[in-house]
């Protein structure tokens, strides 16, 4: 059974850090792409950031980018996002995703397997 964890969601004001950890189970994802999204309250979830499995390739949205970074431990089997300089508007719960039809930009229709997301809210 498949199973994708997310963990290291909190409490962080305006300025300060987080780093999400997404702990992959159940199958090899060699192969796989992997995802972080977020979803405010009242809003559609959104891609934030991409990686392959093999760490070759990154992608960002736009209102990340120098502020975020993904990344992959294949030792580990375990996805990460580093954020700083977190902004209000970061706010929301984030979630892992992995599929092996996953590209850059590409929405939720594209990953297979989800985790149950952790919350991350920024104040002000």
């Known amino acids: 059974q498949v199973q994708l964890v997310e963990s290291g969601g909190g409490l962080v004001q305006a300025g300060g850090s987080l780093r999400l950890s997404c702990a992959a189970s159940?199958?090899?994802?060699?192969?796989?792409?992997m995802g972080w999204f977020r979803q405010a309250p009242g809003k559609a979830r959104e891609s934030v950031a991409y990686?392959?499995?093999?760490?070759?390739?990154?992608d960002y949205v736009d209102s990340v980018k120098g502020r975020f970074t993904i990344s992959v431990d294949n030792t580990k089997n375990t996805m990460y996002l580093e954020m700083s300089s977190l902004k209000p508007e970061d706010t929301g719960v984030y979630y892992c995703?992995?599929?092996?039809?996953?590209?850059?930009?590409?929405?939720?229709?594209?990953?297979?397997?989800w985790g149950q997301g952790t919350q991350v809210t920024v104040s002000s």
């Open positions: 990686v392959t499995w093999n760490g070759a390739r990154t």
């Open positions: 995703a992995a599929g092996t039809a996953a590209g850059p930009g590409l929405g939720t229709n594209a990953y297979r397997y």
């Open positions: 159940g199958r090899t994802f060699v192969g796989y792409a």
